[in-house]
């Protein structure tokens, strides 16, 4: 299943909380200048305001952002007065959620008397499958086990996706190894209560 994200006519810039606060202090004259930027490169984009989130800051624009927009307001924050550019990530536009989940995972993957499988163990694994390469999860992996009597594990992922679900279709179906055990990737509903922003 994949849900749809807020308008894409935002810009999302993931910034610790100090910088955030120092930003929006003065957002009026930050909306004239990164306006003024994006006028003189000729672009039809424009910044209608910005807000504060616990995301990060915000920016709402009048038509959706391309890559070269995404760099003027990405240098103009990070060159503005009293901020960390090291605490702030390149902006971004929303995107929507697919759910997933990762069937046949031990669930002690070192046997019975060892620790059980945690979600940093999955972020492992994720990282070292090359089917995961262009995979951004939306937050932490979830794990249960299947049933008492079971060694086995079911572990739901959300990922960021587009409104075709091209990423999620290019998941569902595939296997790949665990050790000597082959994890298979299925298509899952929506969990309940998980926010639908980005970065959040």
Not at 30 to 36: A, D, L, P, Q, S
Not at 149 to 170: E, L, P, T
Not at 182 to 188: E, L, Q
Request: hydrophobic share 40%.
């Amino acid at each position: 299943m994949t849900t749809k994200g807020p308008s894409r006519k935002q810009v999302i810039v993931p910034i610790s909380i100090d910088n955030n606060n120092l930003f929006i202090k003065n957002s009026a004259a930050h909306v004239t200048n990164i306006n003024r930027l994006l006028r003189n490169a000729k672009s039809e984009v424009a910044v209608d305001f910005i807000r504060s989130d616990p995301i990060g800051l915000v920016i709402v624009t009048n038509k959706v952002a391309i890559q070269s927009d995404l760099q003027i307001i990405d240098q103009y924050i990070k060159k503005s007065e009293d901020i960390n550019e090291l605490q702030v990530e390149e902006p971004r536009l929303s995107q929507s959620k697919s759910y997933l989940k990762i069937i046949s995972i031990l669930f002690f993957p070192n046997g019975r008397t060892q620790e059980q499988l945690n979600v940093s163990d999955v972020e492992t694994i994720l990282k070292q499958n090359q089917i995961f390469d262009d995979i951004k999860l939306a937050s932490r992996p979830r794990i249960i086990k299947v049933s008492s009597k079971s060694d086995m594990s079911i572990v739901w992922i959300d990922i960021w996706d587009y409104q075709s679900r091209s990423k999620a279709k290019c998941l569902i179906n595939r296997c790949f190894n665990i050790g000597r055990y082959i994890a298979t990737i299925r298509g899952a509903n929506m969990n309940p209560g998980v926010l639908q922003y980005k970065n959040c």
